[in-house]
């Protein structure tokens, strides 16, 4: 197990040498954000990005992450251009030693929350989800520099997408999945990469859109089309931990014993009522997922990938990007570490 630590580049405002002071975390999860969605990332931009973190004494593990343009989810006539740009960035990111790609599939947005600073009683705020607020909102007159999701959409592609994507159901996006991977997966094999899908967030169809990454049958399908390892996950226990159905311990143990776990997401939820939830303190106590059972099975599996503390609340006065600040991230990290050793060493 290597723990990693998001950092969003130069525009972050935590810098690398923060970041390295975390006990235990010896490499870096990034991107390049400037980029056209579709374009092939120009490689001495990733290159120069390699240097700065390993100026610090880091390693840059995961790229997280590489967007599929809606084209490819669509399935529009234009996608194999796209898809061989897609193949060109992973045999960019083999060829210099970046090992997981992290990606998505979900049509249009991203993760969705529909607060980003929820205030708790001890003054600390995190992400939450709430059903009802979800359907109020009206796209004729959403703002749409909502962070976290449709910020690199104008109005009017919204629209087109979103009636673009009122003729793909779940089954057609499934096949659009497929047909991407069997491109893009021999690719990966032979760069040395691991291609790891993040789960649908909040793993459930919104706005009418199809969501098809949102549960452990979901994850079976997934694993069964291309049977290689550079076909993986990445298992984020907060997205599964939305759905109350999933039995997260039984799904880690399954897939990563099929090693196609090769990065995780270390996160809890708390449920407040029925699909309404927040991120709650990564301890198991405060949340739903039991992470102590997380960690207990990744170490019986005997878990070699990545793993990297996911959203964190805001504590001690911090500001800054949602779910990304430093404090909380480092004290998911410590908790990550105190049971890491506790239960490898007496089980
Ligand atoms: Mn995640």
Redo the contacts with the bound molecule.
Sequence with gaps: MEIVFRWYGDKDQIPLKYIKQIPKVTGIVSALYDVTVGDIWPNNEIKHLKEKIEAEGLKFSVIESIPVHEDIKLGSSNRDVLIGNYCQNIRNMGSLGIEVLCYNFMPVFDWVRTDLAMKYSDGSNSLSFDNAKLREIDFEEMALDLPGWATHYTKKELQKYLIAYSKVDNETLWLNLEYFLKKVIPVAEDFGVKMAI?PD?PPWSIFGLPRIITNEAALDRLVRMIDSPSNGI?F?T??FGANLKMDIVKAIRKFGSLDRIPFV?F?NVKHIEGKNFYESKHPTEFGDVNMYEVVKTLIDIGFDGFIRP?HGRMIWGEKGRPGYGLHDRALGVMYLVGLWEGISKTH
């Design positions: 993040h967030d990445t984020c907060g997205s997401h996160r996911d």
